[in-house]
């Protein structure tokens, strides 16, 4: 609490505790990592945000945080215009910083606001239609790894992170219940019956002893 009180008065902490300067970006940064709203966050989900805030803080951590106006913010989304996905990314990245420092009473306002975002053109990816499947199919034949991430995703439409962990600890009486990795949320899915077939191909032992083998290690 005492090197706190030193940090809210502006002081620069003792050396062998830390170099971050208070009131600097790289010191907000190091407290929002502190925030509820970033230790609440899935694990796939902080290692997005963290990339992204590190790479501001390396090119901005010794600014002050009082400092930094909306032209400032407006320059360096502008510098990133080539790459719209990753400007938009940083813009968001920036506003969460900025409405942690107005919480912390660093400042009074986000510099963020009226910083528009960089049009993005794009299709975006492409849903696969019917033929599509067909070829990664004919391709992929049933028994292998891929034919296998492929049904588990298309018949149960969970995430590729939740994918790749499922395994025959999942299956329950032709019901594969896992937890989500993002969002901590239980989901129980009944097996359809195109993929309980396909499941059953890769069972070790009878059709019904509801253990299969998990996509990371398909060998039985």
């Known amino acids: 609490m005492a090197a706190y009180e030193k ?3 502006g002081e620069k902490l003792g ?3 830390s170099k971050t300067v208070a009131g600097s970006v790289a010191a907000l940064v190091a407290s929002f990592y502190r925030t509820s709203d970033f ?6 989900t902080k ?3 963290r990339g992204i805030i590190e790479r501001f803080r390396t090119e901005h951590g010794d600014k002050r945080v009082a400092h930094m106006q909306r032209k400032h913010v407006q320059k360096i989304i502008s510098d990133k215009a080539a790459t719209p996905a990753a400007a938009n990314n940083m813009l968001r990245m920036i506003h969460l910083l900025m409405r942690h420092a107005v919480e912390l009473g660093w400042r009074g ?3 963020t606001q009226g910083v528009r975002k960089i049009k993005n053109k794009t299709a975006g990816f492409l849903t696969w239609e019917e033929e599509h499947i067909e070829a990664f ?3 992929h034949q049933p028994g292998s790894r891929a034919h296998l991430a492929l049904s588990l995703m298309l018949y149960t439409g969970q995430r590729r992170s ?3 962990r499922m395994g025959r600890q999942h299956l329950r009486n032709s019901v594969l ?12 899915i009944p097996l359809h019956s195109e993929l309980r077939s396909i499941l059953d191909t890769l069972l070790r032992w009878s059709p019904f002893s509801g253990q299969i083998c998990g996509v990371a290690k398909l060998a039985c």
């Open 162 to 164: 939740d994918v790749v």
């Open 109 to 111: 306002d986000d510099p």
């Open 177 to 188: 219940s896992i937890t989500q990795q993002k969002t901590g949320q239980d989901v129980h």
């Open 47 to 49: 290692t997005t945000y």
């Open 7 to 9: 940090a809210a008065a």
């Open 15 to 17: 050396a062998g505790k």
């Open 39 to 44: 230790v609440g966050l899935g694990a796939s």
């Open 137 to 139: 199919v004919r391709h």
